[in-house]
């Protein structure tokens, strides 16, 4: 005997000429598809009163979204959630159908940093002493981790308000916030990070990290996960590239001017000569492929730092560079739809050339409802 066999997912639309929103890779993540976003501003660090905005595309009814948690610039010590080029990626992404976050961390100039060290005239001048560089980079990366977990611990404890898939989680900055995203990734443990520094500052790493919480810090949201699943480096760099190991498989794509006084392409003192020493995306690239970590680099020749103002043609490049790496790398099985639990009358069935669809054919249609819903559906030959 013939069976029929019906799998639908349903797909909610304003109205019957609206866009239909699919959930699966194919129909989202590459562009943009959603016309506006909601923006909403959470404390995701209560010991040190830290905010992040939460971007979501308006009207979407698919849940398990990827993630993307971004960091402004500012040579951490300046600038803010509400920092243009932030905003603007996070939008962007958002319209494309995940969930984004553009988060504050605490600067040098923070009391908590080193607001009230005089040496370093508050912290304007850290990047001249080893250990105030240390406590300025745990400090922000601490704060990263937080909000990072902030996520996994709503996804369990709140019923995943933003309906993230928590298990696709990425980091991204400009800048010193890029900075944040190799540390956080690539050191796994105090002991690394330890290795990782001149001897005279090893010492501090332990005092500092024993003091504060270990590699993950006390910024909040304990007892969850704070691993990503890929990273975007804007202008970003690597204190040490020893710190890069054959284990870290997390993917990271990466942009970077050849003429970068403030944060060096290659290796070198960062902001100012005799400052702290970093190495850039350039000369990352190399270490990441000898350890077989996926990568890709997008180089801007002659420009200095950060050339990619929100609106300008490097803008434009950058997006369109790092939104496909991303798109690549994500694990699109796990990208799902909410269900209706509303029954409806079937109004109107066409197949994908628009044509009438009957139920002796077999094949994906789109069923129009009165209620201005739509719903995506395959019907199956079974013998």
């Known amino acids: 005997m013939k069976h029929l066999i019906l799998i639908t997912v349903s797909i909610f639309v304003s109205n019957i000429n609206a866009q239909i929103i699919d959930c699966d890779c194919e129909g989202r993540y590459l562009n943009e598809i959603f016309s506006s976003v909601d923006v909403v501003t959470v404390t995701y660090s209560e010991i040190h ?31 803010s959630k509400n920092n243009s080029l932030a905003e603007a990626i996070c939008e962007s992404f958002a319209k494309r159908g995940y969930v984004a976050a553009s988060i504050n961390y605490r600067l040098a100039t923070n009391n908590t940093v080193l607001g009230n060290d005089l040496f370093s005239l508050g912290g304007l001048t850290w990047f001249y002493d080893l250990e105030n560089g240390i406590k300025v980079l745990y400090s922000a990366f601490s704060d990263a981790k ?9 996804f369990i404890e709140n019923g995943n308000t933003f309906s993230i898939d928590n298990n696709q989680i990425w980091f991204g900055g400009n800048s010193a916030g890029s900075a944040l995203g190799p540390h956080l990734a690539y050191i796994n443990s105090v002991e690394e990070f330890i290795q990782g520094v001149d001897i005279s500052g090893q010492d501090y790493v332990q005092e500092i990290t024993t ?3 270990g590699i993950e810090g006390n910024s909040g949201n304990q007892g969850y996960s704070s691993e990503i699943s890929g990273l975007i480096n804007l202008a970003g760099a690597i204190h040490n590239l020893d710190w890069i190991a054959s284990n870290d498989n997390v993917p990271i794509v990466s942009c970077h001017g050849t003429n970068d006084s403030t ?10 000569p005799g400052g702290l020493t970093v190495c850039g995306s350039i000369a990352m690239e190399p270490v990441l492929q000898e350890n077989n970590i996926t990568n ?22 950058v997006m369109d560079f790092i939104v496909p790496f991303v798109f690549n790398n994500l694990n699109c099985s796990s990208v799902d739809i909410k269900e209706s639990k509303v029954y409806i009358q079937s109004k109107l069935k066409i197949d994908i050339f628009g044509r009438f669809f009957n139920d002796k054919k077999r094949g994906l249609f789109f069923e129009f409802h009165p209620n201005g819903s739509v719903s995506k559906k395959y019907l199956i030959e079974n013998y």
């Open 49 to 79: 009163n830290l905010e992040m905005d939460i971007y979501t595309p308006a009207g979407d009814p698919c849940q398990n979204r990827p993630l993307l948690v971004f960091a402004h610039g500012g040579a951490f010590v300046g600038g």
């Open 146 to 154: 937080a909000a990072i977990r902030y996520f996994r611990k709503d």
């Open 211 to 213: 003091q504060n919480g």
């Open 263 to 272: 944060v060096p392409e290659n290796c070198g003192s960062i902001i100012s």
């Open 296 to 317: 890709e680099l997008l180089v801007f020749p002659g420009e200095g730092h950060t050339p990619w103002a929100p609106n300008s043609q490097n803008y434009f490049d």
